[in-house]
């Protein structure tokens, strides 16, 4: 049994014979359509990837620069929370 050399036997090929795969194309467009939804979808995520990412960025720097603008401050409100929380943390025996 031989395979006639006309026909395309491949899977998403156009085959030249009456009782081809895919005589309309019909796996090549569904395959471009998903394609495209992929494509689509990716695109979407990098978008959603990149909000995340700015916001992330922001809200790191906010604290950032209080701590600039304030020095003084900012130790002063940490050594407090440190004692705090060290009392708070102190066994009572």
Known sequence: MS???S???SLFGKSTSTT???P???V???AA???EKVDRAAASAQSAFDC???YLDKAVEAPRNVIRDNPVASVVLALAVGFL?????????
């Open 7 to 9: 026909e395309d036997t």
């Open 52 to 54: 995340a990412h700015d």
């Open 33 to 35: 359509s998903a394609h």
């Open 85 to 93: 929380w060290g009392r708070l943390g102190a066994s009572h025996d």
């Open 3 to 5: 395979i006639d050399e």
């Open 24 to 26: 309309d194309g019909v």
């Open 20 to 22: 081809g795969v895919d």
């Open 28 to 30: 090549g467009k569904a």
